[in-house]
Protein backbone atom coordinates (compact mmCIF):
# COMPACT_ATOMS: atom_id res chain seq x y z
CA UNK A 1 0.00 0.00 0.00
CA UNK A 2 1.37 2.66 -0.77
CA UNK A 3 1.42 6.00 1.40
CA UNK A 4 1.48 9.85 0.71
CA UNK A 5 2.11 13.13 2.71
CA UNK A 6 -0.01 16.21 1.29
CA UNK A 7 -0.03 19.42 2.40
CA UNK A 8 -2.75 21.47 1.21
CA UNK A 9 -2.28 25.51 1.35
CA UNK A 10 -3.16 28.58 -0.16
CA UNK A 11 -1.61 31.23 -2.07
CA UNK A 12 0.56 33.46 -0.19
CA UNK A 13 -0.07 37.07 -0.84
CA UNK A 14 2.47 39.76 0.68
CA UNK A 15 0.91 43.20 0.22
CA UNK A 16 4.01 45.23 -0.40
CA UNK A 17 2.97 49.04 1.60
CA UNK A 18 2.18 46.18 4.28
CA UNK A 19 5.85 44.49 4.08
CA UNK A 20 7.40 48.16 3.69
CA UNK A 21 6.06 49.10 7.03
CA UNK A 22 6.96 46.13 8.40
CA UNK A 23 10.51 46.83 7.16
CA UNK A 24 10.72 49.94 8.57
CA UNK A 25 9.46 48.75 12.11
CA UNK A 26 6.05 49.64 12.06
CA UNK A 27 3.42 48.75 13.94
CA UNK A 28 0.13 46.68 13.13
CA UNK A 29 -1.95 49.82 14.27
CA UNK A 30 0.36 51.93 11.81
CA UNK A 31 -1.08 50.08 8.77
CA UNK A 32 -5.14 50.48 9.97
CA UNK A 33 -5.09 53.95 8.41
CA UNK A 34 -4.45 52.85 5.48
CA UNK A 35 -6.45 49.79 4.64
CA UNK A 36 -9.11 52.57 5.89
CA UNK A 37 -8.46 54.68 3.12
CA UNK A 38 -7.93 51.62 0.31
CA UNK A 39 -11.38 50.04 1.78
CA UNK A 40 -13.66 52.43 3.07
CA UNK A 41 -16.31 50.16 3.21
CA UNK A 42 -14.73 47.34 5.89
CA UNK A 43 -15.09 47.40 9.28
CA UNK A 44 -12.56 47.97 11.76
CA UNK A 45 -12.19 44.46 12.93
CA UNK A 46 -11.98 42.87 9.58
CA UNK A 47 -9.28 45.27 8.68
CA UNK A 48 -7.28 44.88 12.13
CA UNK A 49 -7.80 40.78 10.95
CA UNK A 50 -6.43 41.19 7.57
CA UNK A 51 -3.33 43.57 8.94
CA UNK A 52 -2.63 40.87 11.55
CA UNK A 53 -2.80 38.31 9.29
CA UNK A 54 0.07 40.02 7.40
CA UNK A 55 1.96 40.58 10.26
CA UNK A 56 1.88 36.63 10.77
CA UNK A 57 2.92 35.74 6.71
CA UNK A 58 5.73 38.75 7.49
CA UNK A 59 6.64 37.35 10.76
CA UNK A 60 6.91 33.74 9.72
CA UNK A 61 9.13 35.12 6.41
CA UNK A 62 11.46 36.44 8.58
CA UNK A 63 14.26 33.60 8.99
CA UNK A 64 13.42 32.15 5.16
CA UNK A 65 14.41 35.93 4.21
CA UNK A 66 17.53 35.49 6.06
CA UNK A 67 18.81 32.92 4.05
CA UNK A 68 16.94 33.55 0.77
CA UNK A 69 17.13 29.90 -0.75
CA UNK A 70 14.46 28.87 1.63
CA UNK A 71 12.20 31.52 0.43
CA UNK A 72 13.18 30.49 -3.24
CA UNK A 73 13.55 26.83 -3.13
CA UNK A 74 10.79 25.66 -0.22
CA UNK A 75 8.10 23.71 -2.12
CA UNK A 76 5.66 24.09 0.23
CA UNK A 77 5.90 28.07 0.04
CA UNK A 78 3.16 28.46 -2.06
CA UNK A 79 4.28 32.16 -3.14
CA UNK A 80 4.54 33.42 -6.61
CA UNK A 81 8.59 33.67 -7.40
CA UNK A 82 8.70 37.24 -8.77
CA UNK A 83 7.09 38.09 -5.78
CA UNK A 84 9.47 36.27 -3.34
CA UNK A 85 12.96 38.20 -5.60
CA UNK A 86 10.95 41.33 -4.69
CA UNK A 87 11.03 40.58 -1.22
CA UNK A 88 14.43 39.56 -0.96
CA UNK A 89 15.76 42.64 -2.89
CA UNK A 90 14.04 45.24 -0.51
CA UNK A 91 15.16 42.82 2.91
CA UNK A 92 18.60 43.57 1.60
CA UNK A 93 18.37 46.82 0.54
CA UNK A 94 21.12 49.09 2.06
CA UNK A 95 20.70 52.34 3.52
CA UNK A 96 23.69 54.38 2.27
CA UNK A 97 24.01 56.42 5.58
CA UNK A 98 23.66 53.04 7.92
CA UNK A 99 26.21 51.52 5.14
CA UNK A 100 28.74 54.24 5.31
CA UNK A 101 28.89 54.02 8.94
CA UNK A 102 29.22 50.03 8.63
CA UNK A 103 32.24 50.13 6.29
CA UNK A 104 35.83 49.36 7.56
CA UNK A 105 34.34 48.28 10.63
CA UNK A 106 34.98 44.70 11.91
CA UNK A 107 31.60 42.24 11.61
CA UNK A 108 32.60 39.27 13.48
CA UNK A 109 33.78 40.65 16.60
CA UNK A 110 31.92 39.39 19.32
CA UNK A 111 29.13 41.06 20.03
CA UNK A 112 27.84 42.90 23.68
CA UNK A 113 24.52 43.02 25.49
CA UNK A 114 23.94 46.27 26.49
CA UNK A 115 21.41 47.61 29.22
CA UNK A 116 18.18 47.19 27.04
CA UNK A 117 15.86 48.07 29.36
CA UNK A 118 17.27 51.25 29.91
CA UNK A 119 17.73 51.56 26.07
CA UNK A 120 14.24 50.78 25.57
CA UNK A 121 12.83 53.67 27.94
CA UNK A 122 14.91 55.91 26.26
CA UNK A 123 13.80 55.24 23.18
CA UNK A 124 10.65 54.63 23.84
CA UNK A 125 10.68 51.75 21.82
CA UNK A 126 9.80 47.75 23.04
CA UNK A 127 12.29 45.49 24.74
CA UNK A 128 11.42 43.24 21.73
CA UNK A 129 12.62 45.71 18.88
CA UNK A 130 15.92 46.04 20.56
CA UNK A 131 16.95 42.73 21.22
CA UNK A 132 19.45 42.64 18.74
CA UNK A 133 21.31 46.18 19.58
CA UNK A 134 25.03 45.80 18.64
CA UNK A 135 27.68 47.36 20.45
CA UNK A 136 30.80 45.89 19.15
CA UNK A 137 34.93 46.53 19.44
CA UNK A 138 34.51 49.58 17.39
CA UNK A 139 31.81 51.18 19.51
CA UNK A 140 28.85 51.19 16.55
CA UNK A 141 26.17 52.55 18.90
CA UNK A 142 23.17 52.06 16.41
CA UNK A 143 21.04 53.81 18.80
CA UNK A 144 23.33 57.16 18.20
CA UNK A 145 22.93 56.37 14.81
CA UNK A 146 19.64 55.97 14.21
CA UNK A 147 18.67 59.12 15.72
CA UNK A 148 21.44 60.80 13.19
CA UNK A 149 19.67 59.21 10.40
CA UNK A 150 15.65 59.72 11.60
CA UNK A 151 15.30 55.73 10.70
CA UNK A 152 13.97 53.18 13.36
CA UNK A 153 16.63 51.39 15.69
CA UNK A 154 15.59 48.28 13.65
CA UNK A 155 16.23 49.13 10.55
CA UNK A 156 20.00 49.77 11.31
CA UNK A 157 20.03 46.51 13.47
CA UNK A 158 19.02 44.82 10.33
CA UNK A 159 21.42 46.32 8.04
CA UNK A 160 24.33 45.02 10.39
CA UNK A 161 22.59 41.67 10.72
CA UNK A 162 22.50 41.59 6.52
CA UNK A 163 25.95 42.72 5.50
CA UNK A 164 27.53 40.56 8.01
CA UNK A 165 25.65 37.78 7.23
CA UNK A 166 26.67 37.87 3.55
CA UNK A 167 30.29 38.53 4.93
CA UNK A 168 30.40 35.44 6.70
CA UNK A 169 28.72 33.52 4.10
CA UNK A 170 31.21 34.46 1.19
CA UNK A 171 34.60 35.29 2.99
CA UNK A 172 36.08 32.33 2.30
CA UNK A 173 34.68 31.07 -0.73
CA UNK A 174 36.13 30.81 -3.83
CA UNK A 175 36.07 33.00 -7.10
CA UNK A 176 34.08 36.46 -7.87
CA UNK A 177 32.47 38.33 -4.74
CA UNK A 178 29.04 39.50 -6.91
CA UNK A 179 29.08 36.05 -8.30
CA UNK A 180 28.82 34.57 -4.86
CA UNK A 181 26.24 37.08 -3.29
CA UNK A 182 24.03 36.37 -6.35
CA UNK A 183 24.11 32.77 -6.00
CA UNK A 184 23.78 32.61 -2.65
CA UNK A 185 21.14 35.84 -1.86
CA UNK A 186 19.75 35.98 -4.98
CA UNK A 187 20.43 39.80 -5.30
CA UNK A 188 20.52 41.72 -8.23
CA UNK A 189 23.29 43.72 -9.96
CA UNK A 190 24.02 46.64 -8.14
CA UNK A 191 22.92 45.27 -5.21
CA UNK A 192 25.50 42.82 -5.16
CA UNK A 193 28.10 44.56 -6.31
CA UNK A 194 27.24 46.96 -3.44
CA UNK A 195 27.45 43.98 -0.93
CA UNK A 196 30.75 43.27 -2.44
CA UNK A 197 32.19 46.38 -2.38
CA UNK A 198 31.15 46.13 1.42
CA UNK A 199 32.52 43.16 2.19
CA UNK A 200 36.05 43.98 0.60
CA UNK A 201 36.44 47.03 2.42
CA UNK A 202 35.41 45.45 5.92
CA UNK A 203 37.60 42.20 5.39
CA UNK A 204 40.43 44.53 4.48
CA UNK A 205 39.75 46.63 7.57
CA UNK A 206 40.52 50.23 5.62
CA UNK A 207 40.17 53.15 7.86
CA UNK A 208 37.36 55.26 6.49
CA UNK A 209 35.91 56.25 10.23
CA UNK A 210 37.95 59.37 10.47
CA UNK A 211 35.97 62.20 10.22
CA UNK A 212 38.21 63.78 7.29
CA UNK A 213 36.71 61.24 5.10
CA UNK A 214 33.04 61.24 5.89
CA UNK A 215 32.65 63.28 3.01
CA UNK A 216 33.05 60.02 1.24
CA UNK A 217 29.06 58.77 0.82
CA UNK A 218 28.88 54.63 0.68
CA UNK A 219 28.34 55.35 -3.14
CA UNK A 220 31.60 57.11 -3.89
CA UNK A 221 33.49 54.58 -2.15
CA UNK A 222 31.36 51.50 -3.73
CA UNK A 223 32.87 52.84 -6.83
CA UNK A 224 36.21 52.67 -5.38
CA UNK A 225 35.97 49.22 -4.16
CA UNK A 226 34.52 48.07 -7.05
CA UNK A 227 37.74 49.36 -9.24
CA UNK A 228 40.40 48.14 -6.47
CA UNK A 229 38.47 44.27 -6.75
CA UNK A 230 38.90 44.53 -10.79
CA UNK A 231 42.75 45.75 -10.69
CA UNK A 232 44.00 44.78 -7.00
CA UNK A 233 42.68 41.62 -6.27
CA UNK A 234 43.54 37.99 -6.68
CA UNK A 235 40.65 37.70 -9.09
CA UNK A 236 42.09 40.75 -10.96
CA UNK A 237 44.64 37.86 -12.86
CA UNK A 238 42.64 35.28 -14.47
CA UNK A 239 44.99 32.83 -13.77
CA UNK A 240 45.26 33.20 -10.00
CA UNK A 241 45.29 30.04 -8.54
CA UNK A 242 44.24 32.23 -4.72
CA UNK A 243 40.86 30.82 -3.39
CA UNK A 244 39.61 34.30 -1.93
CA UNK A 245 40.27 35.63 -5.28
CA UNK A 246 38.19 39.07 -5.06
CA UNK A 247 38.45 39.39 -1.02
CA UNK A 248 41.72 39.55 -0.54
CA UNK A 249 44.23 42.24 -2.13
CA UNK A 250 46.96 40.00 -4.05
CA UNK A 251 50.18 40.46 -2.08
CA UNK A 252 52.20 39.99 -5.44
CA UNK A 253 50.68 43.23 -6.83
CA UNK A 254 51.87 45.04 -3.32
CA UNK A 255 55.33 43.77 -3.30
CA UNK A 256 55.74 44.88 -6.93
CA UNK A 257 54.82 48.29 -6.29
CA UNK A 258 57.70 48.52 -4.29
CA UNK A 259 59.86 48.73 -7.71
CA UNK A 260 58.10 52.10 -8.41
CA UNK A 261 60.90 53.16 -6.35
CA UNK A 262 63.09 53.25 -9.54
CA UNK A 263 61.71 56.32 -10.59
CA UNK A 264 63.37 58.10 -7.75
CA UNK A 265 66.31 57.87 -10.87
CA UNK A 266 65.06 59.71 -13.27
CA UNK A 267 62.37 61.71 -11.23
CA UNK A 268 63.71 64.84 -12.28
CA UNK A 269 63.75 64.51 -15.97
CA UNK A 270 59.64 63.02 -15.54
CA UNK A 271 58.78 66.14 -13.01
CA UNK A 272 59.94 68.19 -16.20
CA UNK A 273 58.18 66.42 -18.92
CA UNK A 274 55.38 66.20 -16.85
CA UNK A 275 54.84 69.66 -16.18
CA UNK A 276 55.37 70.63 -19.38
CA UNK A 277 51.91 68.44 -20.64
CA UNK A 278 50.52 70.33 -17.67
CA UNK A 279 50.91 73.67 -18.36
CA UNK A 280 49.22 72.86 -21.85
CA UNK A 281 45.79 71.24 -20.33
CA UNK A 282 44.80 72.61 -16.37
CA UNK A 283 43.04 75.83 -15.88
CA UNK A 284 44.87 78.90 -15.92
CA UNK A 285 44.02 79.09 -11.58
CA UNK A 286 45.99 76.07 -11.12
CA UNK A 287 49.22 76.92 -13.06
CA UNK A 288 51.02 78.25 -10.23
CA UNK A 289 53.94 76.71 -8.51
CA UNK A 290 54.01 73.76 -10.70
CA UNK A 291 57.50 73.71 -10.08
CA UNK A 292 57.06 72.91 -6.56
CA UNK A 293 53.17 71.07 -6.50
CA UNK A 294 53.99 68.19 -9.01
CA UNK A 295 57.27 66.82 -7.84
CA UNK A 296 55.74 66.66 -4.24
CA UNK A 297 52.35 65.01 -5.46
CA UNK A 298 54.21 62.52 -7.77
CA UNK A 299 56.84 61.63 -4.76
CA UNK A 300 53.57 61.39 -2.47
CA UNK A 301 51.98 59.16 -4.90
CA UNK A 302 54.89 56.66 -5.45
CA UNK A 303 55.21 56.72 -1.20
CA UNK A 304 51.69 55.79 -0.98
CA UNK A 305 52.08 53.33 -3.42
CA UNK A 306 55.33 51.33 -2.63
CA UNK A 307 54.17 51.19 1.30
CA UNK A 308 51.23 49.40 0.34
CA UNK A 309 52.74 46.16 0.91
CA UNK A 310 52.60 47.09 4.70
CA UNK A 311 49.33 46.21 6.22
CA UNK A 312 48.57 49.54 8.31
CA UNK A 313 49.87 51.51 5.23
CA UNK A 314 47.00 49.64 2.74
CA UNK A 315 44.42 49.93 5.72
CA UNK A 316 45.25 54.07 5.77
CA UNK A 317 45.10 53.84 1.96
CA UNK A 318 41.91 56.50 1.87
CA UNK A 319 43.44 58.67 4.49
CA UNK A 320 46.95 58.90 2.80
CA UNK A 321 45.21 59.33 -0.22
CA UNK A 322 43.20 62.46 1.55
CA UNK A 323 45.71 63.90 3.08
CA UNK A 324 48.59 63.93 0.14
CA UNK A 325 46.43 63.78 -2.63
CA UNK A 326 43.17 65.64 -2.19
CA UNK A 327 44.67 68.09 0.26
CA UNK A 328 47.45 68.88 -2.07
CA UNK A 329 45.03 69.21 -4.70
CA UNK A 330 42.73 71.56 -2.89
CA UNK A 331 46.08 74.18 -1.99
CA UNK A 332 47.01 74.03 -5.62
CA UNK A 333 43.66 75.03 -6.57
CA UNK A 334 42.91 71.88 -8.90
CA UNK A 335 39.57 70.65 -9.87
CA UNK A 336 38.66 67.00 -10.93
CA UNK A 337 39.92 67.43 -14.76
CA UNK A 338 43.12 69.00 -13.46
CA UNK A 339 43.73 65.77 -11.77
CA UNK A 340 42.67 63.24 -14.35
CA UNK A 341 45.52 65.54 -16.82
CA UNK A 342 47.94 64.62 -14.43
CA UNK A 343 47.36 60.62 -14.31
CA UNK A 344 47.13 60.63 -18.29
CA UNK A 345 50.18 62.41 -18.83
CA UNK A 346 51.81 60.82 -16.16
CA UNK A 347 50.73 57.49 -17.51
CA UNK A 348 51.84 58.74 -20.69
CA UNK A 349 54.60 59.50 -19.91
CA UNK A 350 55.76 56.41 -18.60
CA UNK A 351 54.11 54.04 -20.72
CA UNK A 352 56.88 55.38 -23.12
CA UNK A 353 59.56 53.95 -20.79
CA UNK A 354 57.98 50.67 -20.70
CA UNK A 355 59.87 47.63 -22.45
CA UNK A 356 58.03 45.56 -24.78
CA UNK A 357 59.65 42.30 -25.24
CA UNK A 358 59.07 39.05 -26.61
CA UNK A 359 61.40 36.02 -26.69
CA UNK A 360 60.88 32.40 -28.01
CA UNK A 361 62.70 29.61 -28.96
CA UNK A 362 62.36 28.75 -32.64
CA UNK A 363 63.42 25.10 -32.77
CA UNK A 364 66.97 24.98 -34.70
CA UNK A 365 66.44 23.45 -38.47
CA UNK A 366 66.34 19.93 -38.36
CA UNK A 367 65.52 18.06 -41.43
CA UNK A 368 63.68 14.99 -39.36
CA UNK A 369 61.07 17.45 -38.10
CA UNK A 370 58.74 16.29 -41.00
CA UNK A 371 55.57 18.60 -41.10
CA UNK A 372 57.15 20.85 -38.99
CA UNK A 373 60.24 21.76 -41.21
CA UNK A 374 61.92 25.28 -41.11
CA UNK A 375 60.82 25.42 -44.58
CA UNK A 376 57.22 24.52 -43.74
CA UNK A 377 56.26 26.72 -40.94
CA UNK A 378 59.04 29.69 -40.98
CA UNK A 379 56.36 31.67 -43.54
CA UNK A 380 54.10 31.50 -40.52
CA UNK A 381 56.74 32.45 -38.30
CA UNK A 382 57.76 35.69 -39.82
CA UNK A 383 54.04 36.69 -40.22
CA UNK A 384 54.03 36.95 -36.82
CA UNK A 385 57.23 38.98 -36.66
CA UNK A 386 56.10 41.54 -39.10
CA UNK A 387 53.09 41.94 -36.89
CA UNK A 388 55.63 42.47 -33.59
CA UNK A 389 57.29 44.73 -35.90
CA UNK A 390 53.98 46.91 -36.54
CA UNK A 391 53.21 46.63 -32.87
CA UNK A 392 56.65 48.50 -32.01
CA UNK A 393 57.79 45.58 -29.36
CA UNK A 394 61.12 46.74 -28.65
CA UNK A 395 62.93 43.86 -28.29
CA UNK A 396 62.88 40.08 -29.61
CA UNK A 397 65.00 37.12 -28.42
CA UNK A 398 65.57 33.87 -29.87
CA UNK A 399 67.18 30.94 -29.45
CA UNK A 400 67.92 27.60 -31.08
CA UNK A 401 68.96 30.35 -34.10
CA UNK A 402 71.30 28.40 -37.07
CA UNK A 403 72.75 30.77 -39.69
CA UNK A 404 69.94 30.28 -42.37
CA UNK A 405 66.90 30.95 -39.88
CA UNK A 406 68.86 34.24 -38.67
CA UNK A 407 69.07 35.46 -42.39
CA UNK A 408 65.18 34.47 -42.96
CA UNK A 409 64.41 36.15 -39.71
CA UNK A 410 66.16 39.43 -40.79
CA UNK A 411 64.30 39.69 -43.91
CA UNK A 412 61.11 39.83 -41.25
CA UNK A 413 62.55 42.36 -39.29
CA UNK A 414 64.27 45.35 -41.55
CA UNK A 415 63.97 48.13 -38.73
CA UNK A 416 65.52 45.93 -36.49
CA UNK A 417 69.02 45.48 -35.53
CA UNK A 418 70.33 42.53 -34.14
CA UNK A 419 73.47 41.13 -32.13
CA UNK A 420 74.98 37.88 -30.99
CA UNK A 421 77.18 35.27 -32.08
CA UNK A 422 76.93 31.60 -32.45
CA UNK A 423 78.27 29.10 -29.62
CA UNK A 424 80.86 27.18 -31.50
CA UNK A 425 81.76 26.73 -35.40
CA UNK A 426 80.07 25.44 -38.38
CA UNK A 427 76.62 26.23 -40.23
CA UNK A 428 74.36 24.18 -37.83
CA UNK A 429 76.17 26.43 -34.59
CA UNK A 430 73.46 28.12 -32.92
CA UNK A 431 72.81 31.93 -31.79
CA UNK A 432 70.83 33.47 -29.02
CA UNK A 433 70.82 36.46 -31.27
CA UNK A 434 68.55 39.62 -29.54
CA UNK A 435 66.54 42.09 -32.29
CA UNK A 436 66.32 45.12 -31.15
CA UNK A 437 64.56 48.59 -32.37
CA UNK A 438 66.83 50.63 -33.62
CA UNK A 439 64.96 53.31 -33.84
CA UNK A 440 64.27 53.69 -30.27
CA UNK A 441 67.78 51.83 -29.16
CA UNK A 442 71.11 52.10 -29.66
CA UNK A 443 73.87 49.60 -28.63
CA UNK A 444 76.16 50.80 -26.45
CA UNK A 445 77.97 47.46 -26.15
CA UNK A 446 77.31 44.04 -26.51
CA UNK A 447 78.68 40.42 -26.34
CA UNK A 448 78.59 36.71 -26.27
CA UNK A 449 80.20 34.44 -23.57
CA UNK A 450 79.82 31.03 -22.46
CA UNK A 451 78.01 29.14 -19.67
CA UNK A 452 81.14 27.29 -18.66
CA UNK A 453 84.20 27.87 -16.05
CA UNK A 454 85.83 29.52 -18.79
CA UNK A 455 83.48 31.74 -20.36
CA UNK A 456 85.66 33.78 -22.75
CA UNK A 457 86.96 30.24 -24.33
CA UNK A 458 84.85 30.00 -27.78
CA UNK A 459 82.90 26.37 -27.65
CA UNK A 460 83.52 25.65 -23.67
CA UNK A 461 81.22 24.12 -22.17
CA UNK A 462 80.64 22.91 -18.14
CA UNK A 463 81.61 19.30 -17.13
CA UNK A 464 78.54 17.19 -18.37
CA UNK A 465 76.06 19.49 -20.82
CA UNK A 466 75.13 18.17 -23.71
CA UNK A 467 76.34 21.12 -25.76
CA UNK A 468 78.15 24.52 -25.47
CA UNK A 469 75.61 27.17 -23.85
CA UNK A 470 75.84 30.93 -24.44
CA UNK A 471 74.53 33.77 -23.51
CA UNK A 472 74.53 37.23 -25.90
CA UNK A 473 74.35 40.32 -23.33
CA UNK A 474 73.23 43.75 -24.80
CA UNK A 475 73.84 47.25 -23.30
CA UNK A 476 71.08 49.60 -25.04
CA UNK A 477 70.51 53.15 -24.65
CA UNK A 478 66.85 54.71 -25.08
CA UNK A 479 67.51 57.44 -27.74
CA UNK A 480 64.37 59.21 -26.40
CA UNK A 481 65.07 60.15 -22.96
CA UNK A 482 69.04 58.19 -22.61
CA UNK A 483 67.90 56.11 -20.04
CA UNK A 484 69.57 52.66 -19.91
CA UNK A 485 69.36 48.87 -19.59
CA UNK A 486 70.95 45.46 -19.68
CA UNK A 487 69.70 42.43 -21.96
CA UNK A 488 70.80 38.90 -21.14
CA UNK A 489 69.26 36.01 -23.75
CA UNK A 490 70.45 32.66 -22.51
CA UNK A 491 69.57 29.22 -23.55
CA UNK A 492 70.27 26.67 -20.42
CA UNK A 493 71.49 23.22 -20.89
CA UNK A 494 68.77 20.56 -21.76
CA UNK A 495 70.92 17.45 -20.37
CA UNK A 496 72.43 18.48 -17.06
CA UNK A 497 71.52 19.71 -14.02
CA UNK A 498 74.41 20.32 -12.52
CA UNK A 499 75.12 22.80 -15.81
CA UNK A 500 72.11 24.63 -15.15
CA UNK A 501 72.92 25.46 -11.46
CA UNK A 502 75.86 26.42 -12.55
CA UNK A 503 74.71 29.05 -15.02
CA UNK A 504 71.89 30.38 -12.57
CA UNK A 505 74.76 31.07 -10.34
CA UNK A 506 76.69 32.61 -13.19
CA UNK A 507 74.14 34.84 -14.48
CA UNK A 508 73.12 35.94 -11.13
CA UNK A 509 76.61 36.57 -10.47
CA UNK A 510 76.72 39.12 -13.65
CA UNK A 511 73.28 40.62 -12.96
CA UNK A 512 74.46 41.16 -9.34
CA UNK A 513 77.53 43.17 -11.11
CA UNK A 514 75.59 45.69 -13.22
CA UNK A 515 74.19 48.82 -11.86
CA UNK A 516 71.09 49.47 -14.53
CA UNK A 517 68.49 47.98 -14.93
CA UNK A 518 68.26 43.90 -15.87
CA UNK A 519 66.38 41.96 -18.42
CA UNK A 520 67.77 38.26 -18.21
CA UNK A 521 65.10 35.69 -20.35
CA UNK A 522 65.58 32.50 -22.96
CA UNK A 523 64.97 28.86 -22.74
CA UNK A 524 66.08 27.48 -19.57
CA UNK A 525 64.94 24.24 -19.63
CA UNK A 526 63.77 24.17 -16.31
CA UNK A 527 60.72 24.18 -14.25
CA UNK A 528 59.36 26.93 -11.87
CA UNK A 529 60.29 24.71 -8.73
CA UNK A 530 63.57 23.08 -10.15
CA UNK A 531 67.00 24.64 -8.29
CA UNK A 532 67.95 26.72 -10.89
CA UNK A 533 65.09 28.86 -11.25
CA UNK A 534 64.88 29.35 -7.65
CA UNK A 535 68.30 30.65 -7.58
CA UNK A 536 67.27 33.40 -10.06
CA UNK A 537 63.92 34.06 -8.54
CA UNK A 538 65.88 35.13 -5.04
CA UNK A 539 67.33 37.89 -6.75
CA UNK A 540 64.90 38.78 -9.51
CA UNK A 541 61.38 39.43 -10.29
CA UNK A 542 60.27 36.48 -12.12
CA UNK A 543 57.68 38.12 -14.75
CA UNK A 544 56.56 35.02 -15.40
CA UNK A 545 54.61 34.93 -11.82
CA UNK A 546 53.90 38.39 -11.18
CA UNK A 547 52.21 39.32 -14.82
CA UNK A 548 50.53 36.58 -16.24
CA UNK A 549 51.32 33.00 -14.58
CA UNK A 550 51.42 31.01 -17.45
CA UNK A 551 51.77 27.40 -16.66
CA UNK A 552 53.39 26.41 -20.06
CA UNK A 553 55.69 27.53 -22.52
CA UNK A 554 57.04 24.10 -24.60
CA UNK A 555 54.87 22.40 -27.15
CA UNK A 556 56.70 20.44 -28.93
CA UNK A 557 54.70 21.48 -31.73
CA UNK A 558 50.98 20.75 -30.76
CA UNK A 559 49.09 21.51 -27.43
CA UNK A 560 49.79 18.15 -25.16
CA UNK A 561 52.53 19.94 -22.98
CA UNK A 562 52.49 22.04 -19.67
CA UNK A 563 55.99 22.75 -19.38
CA UNK A 564 56.42 26.08 -17.90
CA UNK A 565 60.52 26.13 -19.51
CA UNK A 566 60.41 29.68 -21.05
CA UNK A 567 61.02 32.92 -18.25
CA UNK A 568 61.37 36.47 -18.40
CA UNK A 569 63.16 37.68 -14.86
CA UNK A 570 63.84 41.26 -14.61
CA UNK A 571 66.00 43.66 -11.85
CA UNK A 572 65.58 47.17 -11.21
CA UNK A 573 68.02 50.01 -10.78
CA UNK A 574 70.59 50.14 -7.95
CA UNK A 575 71.75 53.25 -6.52
CA UNK A 576 73.75 54.26 -3.99
CA UNK A 577 74.87 50.41 -3.72
CA UNK A 578 71.30 49.28 -2.91
CA UNK A 579 68.66 47.96 -5.20
CA UNK A 580 65.62 49.89 -5.33
CA UNK A 581 63.54 46.38 -5.64
Keep these: MTSWSVTCGSQIIVDPDV ?60 INPSTSYKLIQQYYKLHPGVAREL ?14 DVLAERLSLPLRVCHRHFDTSHNVKFEVLAERLSLPLRV ?8 RNVFVKVEDLEGSLVENIQKLFYLEGDLSQQYAAAVFLCNNRFELQKRRLQY ?30 DVDVDKAFLQNLKELRALDDDKHNMSAQLIQGLRKHISGGAQGDLEIRVPALSRDIMHIAVNMAKHKDLRDFFVDVHDKVVDACFQSHWNCEDLDWFFRINMRNFTGRLCKLITFNVRYLNKRDGIDHWDIRKNDLLAALREFSCQEVDFICFQEVVQQQLS ?50 VGSKFPGAGCPRIYTHGFFKNIA ?56 DASMTNAMKTFNNYTATFNGFDDSSNELIDYVFGKVAIVDGRQTS
Design 19 to 78: YTLWLNSGEQRDCIPYYRARFPDICDDVIKEAIADQWRILNFLRERLVCPPRLIDELRLQ
Design 103 to 116: LGRSLTTSKQRKDL
Design 156 to 163: CHRHFDNL
Design 216 to 245: LGFHCLVQCATAMIERWTYGADQTSLAADQ
Design 408 to 457: DIKTALPSYSSIGNKRNVGESAEYNPIFYNSQKFSILKNETLWLSETPEV
Design 481 to 536: DNSALHLINTHLDHVSVPSRVFSANQLCKIVGSLKEPVILCGDFNASPTDEEILVI
